[in-house]
Each structure stands twice: as structure tokens, then as C-alpha cells.
């Protein structure tokens, strides 16, 4: 949470989460360069180096879209995900330089503006073979600079989080743009079918985990069918919820977060008002629902963040029926104070 | 709100899933080989030259002689010295026309002597050899064949 912005609040977990990234890019750019250099003798440094950035970037954007789906199928990728706008950040800068050198190498000598180069100067466009795949390269570029430039959460907090994910999801425009802009450029001259594979394979991987963990979520998304009294809606039995925990459940089309703690239960929105993170899938941590994502914390009564913080997420109302949780899908507005429902020692069995 | 989010989310991965396949079967299945031809050894020319071509580049000039070796031909290039272009081109050309050339291979500075070899090619008179700068776009040199006294022909 946060009531000031800085560029970075440090921690430590920070720090070493970016040292992992910088050690990691500049052993593979070590690694790389050395391998090509010895399989391409002939090769310019300037060659090498864009190589280089350009599969480490496209290398860095495949471990980046795999965080997401993975931290919702196992919870112990989370902490890649707490971080993750540094990859990208990082990601973004290994792609500038691969296009910066590029754009400098191929089309900084001529008579035409560089960038006016770009996508003129091979106007080739329905050829496949022969296809300006630079401009490609060139389009994706622009969309990761506007979602590096907004990652910061003051951006967040200013655009608010829906425009701000709608930004996000470009993300997905730029990967498809540059799978097309290596199919249609390196892997035209590269035609070595281990190129290709990895290609392929990083595809595949990528596509294979969000339709996995899609999948899991939209048989999550299932509405409950279950038995009405008077305006609320049966969701589970107070023993099926552990400890501090959460279940999840879609009412009137939206995810609602049931909370067991202290023995009282309440119910919130599932949205994290940070980056919509899921907060069922977090725990109460001194009294108060940790998102698991970044931490952001709500009161689970009133759906507040704690003075100082300014968050608030919607309510909704409990009932408890013996050891039967009912809860009303009506939202009540954010920060409502709704009274939890007391479990009886009896009936909460033995969880 | 929520809910809308991630039907935009899960249209656009479905339609990432759509078109990045299209894309790969595409551009796998339409790319033409680069035909980079391999360097001989300049101990392996036998034969007769048969001509040459004199390409002057700005104030450089550079003699390359064409041998016959069997149904092939081979191009004996002379100490390759370094022109104040980057990533060089060598292109054969049959006719003068650019939409017929052949990627001979590149040229790399600093070299001793280096043989090309071209098959299924005869050196008529009308044959140029064209230097090419990829990173200028630009053309360096270019020279007609020129058969020598007595070359075969």
C-alpha cells in the first residue's frame, strides 16, 4: 500500500529479486555473445549484441506472461509475480537497445529519417519472405515503452485500475506482433529447425498455461445454484472454509471472497483495488485481508485498508443458518460496515 | 466490472491462440533458402580463368578473376581490403537484372585470397558482378564481365 509515491520502495526482497534479474540477463548476453561469436566468426559485435538483446528480451517476455497463469495454478510462483513489473521493465529495456541498435545499424546511414525508414524503405508488405518485419518489431516496441512508462503506481492510482489493466492487456498484442516479427525475420535467414521448435515451444507454453488456468478459473465462475433465503444465497458450511482463509464464490457475476477469522465470518469483493488481484486466494494477517499479490490489506468487517491507507473494496452481507454460510450478492458500497456473522464454537466443528 | 475484464482477458489470449499459429504455418512454409554459397579454398583453382571483372570501389580497385572448374564456375577474389561500407553483398547478375541475381555471398574484409564458387552459371557478356551495402541500401559497384584474350567460352 502506499499513501506518497517514490520511484522504488525498496525492500529487501526487492533488491534481491532485481540483482536475480541482473545477474540472470548478463550471464545469458555473456553466454549468448560467446556462442555466437564462436558459431559466427564473421559476425560484427554490433550483430552479436543485437541478437543478443533481442532473444534475451523475447526470452524475458515469455517467462513474463508464464508468471500470471502459473501463480494462479501454484501459489508458490507467487512471489515471482510480486515483482513482476520489474521483469517487464527490464524486458523493455533489452528490447530498446535491440531496436535502437537495429534501427541504427539498418536504417540510421541513409538519406531518410531513421524511424521514417523503418517503414518505408522495404515496402515489401505482401511478400512473406521478403516482409518489413522491422516494423513489426517497431509497433511492439511502442506498446511495452506505454505499459514500461505506467507501470509505476502512480499511474495505477491516476488512470484507476481497469483502464490501467485495459492498457496492461496490450501486452498480449505486443507478443503476438513480436512472434510474427521473428517467424517473419530471423526465422526467414535462420531456417535451423531447433530456431523454430524453441519458437514454437515458447508459444506453446504460454498459450498452454492461460488456457489451463482459464480453465480453472471458469470452473470456478460456475454460479451457485443453490438454496435462496430471502435474498441470500447458500455458498458452504463454515467447516469448509480453513482459518484465516477464504473461499471463493461468483455471485451475480462477480467474485465474492467468504473470510473465516477469529471466529466470525465476512464476506468482500474479490478485487483488490491495486491491480485486481484475487484477494480470497490471500489470508488474514493481523486482522486484516492480505492481498496476495502485493500485500495490499482490507478490514474484513468493512472492506477499509487501515489508516493511513485510503483503499476501500465492497461488502456484502452474511448469515449463518447452523453451520450453513448464506450471503447476500447484493454489494454494499465500498467501506460499508457490515456486521460479521458469529460462528458457535459448536458448530464449527473441528477445522 | 471484474467479470468484463476477464472476458476481454480470455478473447484476447483465445485470439493470440488464433493468430500466432496462422502466423508460424505462414512464415515457415513460404521462406525461400538464402543461397550463401560456400568458400573454396584458393589451393583447390584449377582450370583456365576465363575473364574478369574490375570493380572500383571509390578509389579501391579489385580484380576478380573467373575460373571454369568443371560445370561450375569459381570467383578468385584478390587480399579483400576494407571499403567504408557495412555488411557487403556480392551479387551475380546474368542479365544486368536485379530481379535475377544471385546471392553469391558476402563480402568480408581483411581476407587473403578467397574463391567463390557458382554452379549452373555461364559468363555471357552481358553478366555483372554488383557489390551491394545492406546497411546503406546501397549499390557500391557494379562491373560487366570481360572475357579474357583466349578464354573459354
Not at chain 1, 194 to 222: A, C, K, N, P
Not at chain 2, 51 to 61: I, P, Y
Not at chain 2, 65 to 74: A, F, I, K
Request: net charge neutral; with cysteine.
Amino acid at each position: 500500500m502506499s499513501v506518497a509515491y517514490q520511484a522504488v520502495m525498496w525492500n529487501r526482497q526487492k533488491r534481491r529479486y532485481d540483482l536475480t534479474i541482473l545477474a540472470g540477463v548478463l550471464g545469458y548476453l555473456a553466454i549468448f555473445i560467446a556462442f555466437f561469436s564462436l558459431t559466427n566468426p564473421n559476425a560484427t559485435a554490433e550483430t552479436a549484441l543485437i541478437r543478443g538483446l533481442g532473444t534475451a528480451a523475447f526470452f524475458l517476455l515469455h517467462i513474463i506472461l508464464c508468471i500470471g497463469p502459473l501463480a494462479r495454478i501454484d501459489k508458490r510462483f507467487l512471489p515471482l509475480l510480486y515483482n513482476r513489473r520489474h521483469l517487464g521493465v527490464t524486458m523493455f529495456m533489452l528490447g530498446l537497445g535491440h531496436g535502437a541498435l537495429s534501427i541504427l545499424q539498418f536504417h540510421g546511414f541513409g538519406d531518410l529519417n531513421p524511424l521514417v525508414s523503418v517503414f518505408v524503405s522495404n515496402d515489401s508488405y505482401d511478400s512473406t519472405s521478403q516482409f518489413p518485419f522491422h516494423s513489426l518489431g517497431f509497433v511492439a516496441l511502442a506498446i511495452l515503452f506505454l505499459m514500461a512508462a505506467t507501470s509505476h503506481d502512480f499511474w495505477l492510482a491516476n488512470l484507476s485500475a481497469p483502464v490501467w489493466k485495459k492498457l496492461h492487456m496490450g501486452v498480449y498484442i505486443a507478443y503476438t506482433l513480436l512472434v510474427a516479427h521473428v517467424i517473419l525475420g530471423a526465422l526467414q535467414a535462420e531456417t535451423s529447425i531447433i530456431l523454430s521448435g524453441l519458437t514454437l515451444l515458447g508459444f506453446l507454453v504460454v498459450f498452454g498455461l492461460h488456457f489451463y488456468s482459464g480453465f480453472l478459473e471458469r470452473r470456478g465462475d460456475d454460479e451457485l445454484g443453490n438454496q435462496v433465503m430471502a435474498d441470500y444465497v447458500e455458498v458452504c458450511s463454515v467447516n469448509d472454509i480453513k482459518n484465516d482463509r477464504a473461499r471463493i464464490f461468483t455471485l451475480s457475476g462477480e467474485r465474492v471472497a467468504v473470510f473465516k477469522y477469529d471466529g466470525k465470518i465476512s464476506a468482500i469483493s474479490n478485487v483488490c483495488q491495486h491491480q485486481n488481484g484475487p484477494l480470497g486466494e490471500g489470508k488474514v494477517v493481523d486482522g486484516c485481508i492480505t492481498c496476495p499479490w502485493h500485500g495490499y490489506q482490507y478490514r474484513p468487517n468493512d472492506g477499509a485498508s487501515p489508516p493511513p491507507f485510503s483503499e476501500k473494496v465492497p461488502t456484502f452481507a452474511v448469515k449463518l443458518k447452523g453451520d450453513r454460510i448464506f450471503v447476500n450478492p447484493t454489494p454494499h458500497p465500498p467501506g460499508t460496515d457490515l456486521p460479521p456473522a458469529v460462528i458457535e464454537q459448536a458448530k464449527e466443528g473441528n477445522v | 466490472m471484474i467479470a468484463a475484464a476477464r472476458k476481454r482477458h480470455r478473447a484476447m489470449v483465445l485470439l493470440m491462440g488464433v493468430v500466432i499459429p496462422i502466423v508460424f504455418v505462414w512464415g515457415i512454409i513460404s521462406r525461400q533458402q538464402v543461397p550463401i554459397l560456400p568458400a573454396a579454398e584458393p589451393n583447390q583453382i584449377q582450370g583456365n580463368a576465363m575473364g574478369t571483372f574490375e570493380l572500383k570501389v571509390d578509389d579501391a580497385s579489385l580484380n576478380v578473376t573467373v575460373y571454369q572448374q568443371g560445370p561450375n564456375l569459381q570467383l578468385r577474389w584478390p587480399q579483400m581490403q576494407p571499403l567504408p561500407y557495412a555488411d557487403i553483398l556480392v551479387y551475380w547478375l546474368p542479365d544486368g537484372d536485379f530481379n535475377r541475381a544471385i546471392l553469391v555471398g558476402n563480402y568480408v574484409p581483411n581476407r587473403q585470397t578467397v574463391v567463390q564458387e557458382l554452379a549452373d552459371v555461364t559468363p555471357t557478356d552481358q553478366v555483372e558482378l554488383v557489390l551491394f551495402a545492406l546497411a546503406q541500401q546501397q549499390e557500391v559497384a557494379r562491373a560487366p564481365f570481360q572475357r579474357s584474350p583466349g578464354g573459354a567460352p
